[in-house]
């Protein structure tokens, strides 16, 4: 049966109940929801984005004036920005890569000579002293320059696509600290990648190339004002996303499924060829790039280039024993994968608490974790026996510099240390080890377990710390030894190789903390050069995330949520649909007329932090009061510091039109726009009128207040809207009951209104 809802009286107070006699308290609709959240490691102020199109006079005037050539200007600065935005993302990636593999090759040669030399002490001060250094330096960069180049990156970037901003997500400062703290983190042992940073950085490069323009360093060509919109804006970022995949991964086509199926709320097809067109441009200039080191000019990069684990050499030829085998993998790498979402993002909380406490805090933290890593990776190879070199491998042994596989360590000659070889090398060497099948004994069972043991733990606790840090390499890690040593368990009956089980166990390590599918699925096969492995891998990704998602949400998904970002995702809450759009507005609502007394505005600016106010046309300009639109904060104070005031309350949009164009009105990057302390109105001029007509937007999307909160917010979230107006359903009222915003749809705010409300139902 439906359910009936009535409004009584009790005590004085409005309240409503439903048939089934639950009463619902409306409180008072102030929305109480926060404005701040947690980026990075720092905590700052939040607001939404206007990714809807202002169509009001002054838009209108410069929409019939364009010709082909102002058309053509426009698509032509898009593909220009594509084409600038995939080449910078290159370099940068190829200059990450570069920039690790010398430092943390020179780390590597200096420890490894000085243990040749029975200098093992010193070897691990310099280890440690090395490690400290890069970490205090990378830990710098994001405690005092850019706090909010800590982490990822990714639920940042996630979260601005949805339609949140912050100053700080993709500012220069940001993309500055992203690029060399990822360098010194990942150079400094940490248990992170750089892969999730360089999604970051992609973003940030692609909203530095699309500002618009700047004033204040020249930068003001005329091509560029078209992008000075939050909507252009975000479609570049979402190719910058895509293009810092396929820089870490060299997976371009990797890189456009990760934009689509995880960071982008908006997709349309006109986006896909950009993003597919910024990727290939990636992949061509990091294989240009990797050419040119294979003639030894890279220093220690040598022919390693960017991550290429190819196991190519491997065919995957199964049976129905292996096949159980990579199901229980899966099932088992789902369960685990959703414990490190848990384990995340109780650490996150902890940590949070201690970056609050300034940025002294947030250095003692890494200082304390990378000493832990430190002492880690130098002191669990000494509790392993030595394992006598293998013949006719092909390869040195025990290798005597540092990128080669068997580590002497403290083993005597002919002799090589299994899980130093694991533990003293880079991220990406290690992973190439594991996935390798030249030598299926080259690791021990119970170095393996010991390798799983401390990846799993470093990569839950180094997460979080002031560094930039990503969760790819760390889960990847975790999965192949998990993988390669169930393959080692199983060797005897089963007909896959242990290095193609280490691909499957970090395919379902994957699957359970990331949640992706598709994308995982293409990122893998291209890291790997292994099609024939497809089937298994998206059976295995399959398994494991529907294992995972009976627990917990995707770690990006925790991680938006533990950072108060109010994110609107695909899914409506049960309760919603049995509320109204009206039950939820929130007051107190602030109009103003068509031609509105210039100090009713002021003091409604100085007195509210509103984005968007109602403009209702009252006589003598309209027959009665009616809804003309919504104008701007901004708008406004673009309006007032023009001073086109009159004396008398009369329309005086023909000036306006006269003196302004629709790009004057055009949002400012990284939010330096007009500001209303900027504004300088005389008390004389408080007592004079300005006409809202040409700056109001005459087609704000609208609902009636009897629509389904549930259809209110899919609405909202599809059309990418910042102001969505809800109308009266019967005459004889105000033109507009209120405005939702994004803050109203949040669960918090919902739930205090109403909170006997059944949650499930």
């Known amino acids: 049966m439906e359910e009936v809802k009535v409004d009584i009286e009790c005590n004085g107070r409005k309240m409503e109940m439903n048939i089934n006699g639950q009463v619902l308290l409306l409180k008072n609709r102030v929305n109480t929801s926060s404005q701040i959240a947690i980026v990075g490691s720092n905590v700052c102020p939040i607001e939404s984005l206007d990714y809807e199109i202002v169509e009001n006079d002054l838009f209108k005037q410069d929409w019939r004036s364009r010709k082909k050539t102002r058309i053509l200007e426009y698509a032509t600065m898009k593909w220009a920005l594509a084409l600038l935005i995939g080449i910078s993302t290159g370099l940068v990636g190829f200059f990450n890569n570069l920039a690790v593999e010398n430092i943390a090759g020179f780390k590597f040669l200096l420890t490894t000579n000085l243990m040749l030399d029975n200098k093992y002490d010193q070897a691990f001060v310099a280890f440690a002293g090395i490690n400290l250094v890069l970490a205090t330096c990378a830990g710098f960069l994001c405690a005092y320059i850019a706090p909010a180049a800590a982490g990822s990156g990714i639920p940042e970037v996630k979260a601005y696509l949805n339609g949140i901003d912050a100053h700080s997500i993709l500012a220069p400062s940001t993309l500055f600290v992203k690029i060399f703290g990822s360098i010194l983190g990942v150079a400094a042992g940490f248990v992170v990648g750089k892969e999730g940073p360089m999604v970051h950085t992609g973003a940030c490069i692609a909203n530095l190339l699309g500002q618009g323009g700047s004033t204040k360093y020249g930068l003001t060509w005329k091509w560029l004002r078209y992008f000075k919109n939050d909507r252009d804006r975000r479609d570049l ?12 991964f060299r997976a371009p086509v990797g890189g456009v499924l990760f934009a689509l199926e995880e960071a982008a709320t908006w997709w349309r097809s006109a986006l896909l060829w950009r993003t597919f067109f910024t990727t290939a441009v990636v ?25 290429m684990f190819d196991i190519n050499s491997s065919i995957p030829d199964y049976n129905m024993v292996d096949l159980l085998a990579i199901t229980l993998i899966a099932v088992v790498g789902g369960i685990l994968g959703s414990l490190y979402n848990y384990l995340v993002d109780k650490v996150l909380r902890v940590y949070t608490i201690i970056n609050e406490k300034g940025p002294t805090f947030r250095m003692f933290l890494v200082i304390i974790i990378s000493l832990l890593t430190s002492c880690c990776a130098y002191g669990l190879p000494w509790v392993t026996s030595c394992t006598p070199c293998p013949i006719g491998i092909g390869v040195q042994c025990p290798t005597v510099n540092r990128s080669g596989t068997y580590k002497k360590f403290q083993c005597p000659p002919g002799h090589y240390n299994d899980l130093a070889s694991l533990l003293l090398n880079t991220n990406d060497d290690t992973i190439r080890s594991l996935f390798s099948s030249i030598n299926a004994n080259e690791f021990h069972t119970t170095t393996l377990l010991v390798f799983f043991i401390s990846m799993y733990a470093l990569g839950i606790i180094t997460y979080g710390i002031a560094i930039p840090s990503g969760l790819f390499i760390p889960v990847i890690l975790a999965g192949a ?34 949640r992706m599918t598709v994308s995982l699925c293409v990122i893998l096969l291209e890291l790997t050069n292994n099609l024939l492995m497809l089937p298994l891998m998206m059976l295995v ?15 990006y998904d925790q991680i938006v949520k533990m950072k108060g970002l109010p994110f609107l995702g695909p899914y409506v809450e049960p309760y919603m649909r049995h509320l109204v759009a009206g039950d939820v507005v929130s007051g107190p609502l602030i109009s103003f007329s068509g031609v509105e007394k210039v100090g009713n505005i002021v003091h409604s600016l100085r007195l509210t932090s509103h984005n968007g106010f109602p403009v209702i046309n009252e006589p003598p300009f309209s027959e009665g009061p009616e809804l003309c639109g919504v104008v701007l904060r901004s708008h406004l104070i673009v309006l007032l510091k023009g001073k086109m005031f009159t004396k008398d309350r009369r329309l005086n949009g023909a000036k306006t039109l006269q003196r302004y164009h629709a790009f004057d009105f055009a949002k400012a990057g990284l939010g330096k726009g007009p500001k209303l302390e900027d504004l300088d109105v005389k008390p004389e001029e408080m007592d004079m009128y300005v006409d809202l007509h040409p700056i109001t937007n005459t087609s704000p999307y609208t609902v009636v207040e009897t629509m389904s909160l549930a259809k209110a917010i899919v609405a909202f979230r599809e059309l990418g809207l910042r102001h969505l107006c809800v109308v009266p359903k019967t005459h004889g009222r105000p033109p507009i009951v209120g405005i939702l915003t994004r803050h109203d749809f949040m669960p918090e705010h919902v739930l205090g209104l109403y909170p006997g409300i059944n949650k499930q139902k």
Not at 483 to 512: E, H, P, Q, W, Y
């Open 541 to 555: 990704l399959l398994i494991s995330k529907s294992v995972a998602d009976n627990f917990n949400k995707g770690v």
């Open 283 to 307: 992949a061509v200039i990091l294989r240009s790039l990797i050419e040119f080191c294979k003639s030894g000019k890279c220093g220690l990069f040598g022919e390693g280039g960017l991550i």
């Open 237 to 248: 970022i979402t190719c910058g996303a895509a293009a810092g995949v396929a820089a870490a």
């Open 481 to 514: 030894s998990y993988g390669r040593l169930v393959g080692t368990l199983l060797a005897s009956i089963s007909n896959l190789d242990v290095g193609l089980f280490a691909l499957v166990g970090s395919a379902s390590f994957l699957g359970g903390t990331m």
